[in-house]
């Protein structure tokens, strides 16, 4: 997080002029004392709004002849009774403050009242102690940091005969459905959100309310039919005094590139040309061109984010009537306290759920170590990073016919060319610049001795921290005539894993240490020196680059990227683990191309590109908001849960070839270390596009199913009656009994049953049910076959025994085959064992 040198008032009094489109935030009475106040969530025991009227969609929006919102660009369009419960609610929210703190300085941030009813307020600790002890209050947590955690995988996803295909074809896939993005805004200029490429009618849904922010740098008509709604949150930013509005852009604006990237994945515009470095790389689609985009940015590129305008970003999106919220963000840091599930995202993302939204949330990239996923509650769809089958391959043919692979996104050389390495080119002035191999500077360079030649240059740490970028070098490169340019791996930087890096001139990075060895020690015996000056007189090291820019289709994908967070799910910040799978599923999150903002900052190598190339979970969870619009278009009556289920049970277990899918288990040289995936790495397997369209059977939970789970923990009831004003009756279930698509049991102690009850969305089928067992646990399935009809349900019946004492996880499998074709899987997992058989030895 970035330090700003003036002081959170000055912040105070020139950010107040951002925040007023903000529903419910802002800020009331008394200045807090900035040295010592920190922001605090406050949730009070009153229900909040969506609780006194039955349900969390707001109807009565209006509606154009031309299909556009009407009052597109005006503060609300929400009914006038919406209104004044909230500003009620807010008032209640001040009224407290002042009784509480009688005659004190505090700053109110922000109120909550259609999800949570709460408010973000800045005060002391002390202050935050007499607010707790206040009989309206029901809980007080200190707020916390977030973080972000295409152009060929419509095709690897098999869409266009596929899924695509049952929708009527790209032109209306995701139609009617609204995909609302929590994260660093959007560019609305860019191609990917233009309603004008649709030949169709492209009306906005009517159960959506939501409106555009006009601002200096989001004009009015920056929405239309395809940005469908547009807002910022960033008062938890602001109070802290952190905020920059010229860098951040106080307006739905991405300034970042991160959010416009994950949008267009999700639903940008089908056949929109990827055009990088003056390269043309294909054609971008989203898994859901047809849908629509609802942007509420609460992320920034200097500092990131805090949950309390996350929570208000929620809240806006489930009030709007948003179908899926897809967060590619996570935590910094584990949430303390009860239980993971119970801190102030997850609990607002609960009443999202309640409302009928479907959450996609990204996994996290601090794999591959176990227990690093960062999304943790049931009622989340979880998603993990895989490759998919598209890779950029370069290679540097040396003069003595070695052959060395690398990276870039470069075109190659027409033949062989002198290489000549930046040391060795200096002119005068560049004596005492220690950083001159980096070739940042061509004023430090000898013109005469790099033109027609290729430039060698190093790849040091400064590149990983930014401080030196491929562009600079490449233009230094440009601007010296040279034929293009070469980078060797400097070897301090240990295991850095590179992504392909566009480069308009020939150019290639060799990211092995190793090869780039044998590159240096080729070119230094290559030269000629004279004996007495010491002086080269000759360059005799010659190399011819092959290029980057086609595609190689040859890898075995899908296999789980390194990065990618792993399970099992931690219940808390001890030791204790859920008996829920996470993640859920992986996508495609390696070497993505999406959209790219114009004035994105995220990525040095991209700035000034209209797409990028990026990798992690965030490109990942997209690829499923997307999908599950498509199901959603297909089921428009599924909730939350069974969109999640026909996700999970027809994902593949196998990769492009037949074997089994791979898990890379080393942030270093990772493939070579790799092995079989598990549930804890892929979760259900790897999304199956077209199957989920046709699930056969589906498992669905409901909000009841979640409380009650939530109601088991022990000592949870004063919490959940926290953040959601209901009570909590006597509930002994636990994870393992909510009805998912999956099993997992963190200590099994001698045996367990467990039910599943599955329901038939098509035509009359008979089952057969086989399975694997966990090792070290006896399974046994009842019944082993039955017929099911149409909209009937059918309970199976698992029996685990341990068979003996083990605390390694070890994994399984229970497979479904119908006679009509749907093939059903449900993964196994089970961590301790405890068997009948124990003895004190």
Known sequence: MLKMERSIWFSFLMGVLFLVNFVGCGWSQENADSATASVYIVTLKKPPISHFYGELRVKNQHHSTNGRVTRLDLPSNVSHIDRMNGSYVSQMHDSLLRRALRGEK????????????????????????????????????LDFSVRTATTHTPEFLGLPRGAWAQEGGYRTAGEGVVIGFIDTGIDPTHPSFSDNSHEQTYPVPEHFSGICEVTQDFPSGSCNRKLVGARHFAASAITRGIFNATKDYASPFDGDGHGTHTASIAA??????????GHNFGNASGMAPHSHIAVYKALYKSFGGFAADVVAAIDQATQDGVDIISLSITPNRRPPGLATFFNPIDMALLSAVKAGIFVVQAAGNTGPSPKTVASFSPWIFTVGASTHDRVYSNS????????????????????????????????????????????????????????????????SIRFVLGLSTIKQASETAENLSAAGV??????????????????????????????????????????EEDETTKKIVKFGAVARISGGIK???????????????????????????????????????????????????????????????????????????????????????????????????????????????????????????????TPFDMGSGFVNATAALDPGLILDTSYNDYMAFLCGINGSAPVLLNYTGESCGVSTMNGIDLNMPSITISKLNQSRKVQRAMTNIAGNETYIVGWSAPYGVSVKVIPKRFFVASGQQQVLNVFFNATMNNSTASFGRIGLVGNQGHVVNIPLSVIVKISYHSTNS
């Open 551 to 677: 595609a190689n289709f040859s890898l075995s994908a899908p296999k789980v990227m390194y990065y990618s967070a792993r399970g099992p799910d931690p219940e808390d910040s001890s030791v204790d683990d859920a008996d829920i799978l996470k993640p859920n599923l992986v996508a495609p999150g390696n070497s993505v191309w999406a959209a790219w903002s114009s004035h994105g900052a995220e990525s040095i190598e991209f700035q000034g590109e209209s797409f990028a190339m990026m990798s992690g979970t965030s490109m990942a969870a997209p690829h499923i908001a997307g999908l599950a619009a498509l199901i959603k278009q297909r089921f428009p009556t599924f909730s939350p849960a069974a969109i999640g289920s026909a996700l999970s049970t027809t994902a593949s277990l196998r990769n492009k070839y037949g074997g089994p899918i791979l898990a890379q288990r080393a942030y270093a040289n990772p493939d070579s270390n790799q092995s079989p995936a």
């Open 486 to 527: 070469v980078f060797s791996m400097d070897p301090f930087v240990i295991s850095f894993q590179l992504n392909p890096v566009p480069m308009r001139l020939p150019g290639i990075i060799i990211p092995s240490q190793d090869d780039s060895k044998i590159l240096l020690q080729y070119y230094n015996s290559s030269l």
């Open 396 to 459: 540097i043919v040396l003069g003595n016919n070695i052959t060395i692979s690398g990276v870039g996104l470069a075109p190659g050389t027409d033949g062989m060319y002198t290489l000549v390495s930046a040391i060795h080119a200096l002119n005068d002035t560049a004596a005492k610049d220690m950083y001159v191999s980096e070739c940042q500077d061509a004023s430090k360079f000898n013109q005469t001795l790099v033109q027609g030649n290729l430039l060698l240059c190093s790849y």
């Open 106 to 141: 505090y700053l109110k941030v922000c109120s909550y009242h259609y999800l949570i009813n709460g408010f973000a307020v800045l005060v002391t600790p002390l202050q935050a102690f007499k607010l707790a002890r206040r009989r309206e209050v029901s809980n007080i947590v």
């Open 268 to 277: 940008g515009n089908h056949g929109i040309p990827v055009i990088v470095a």
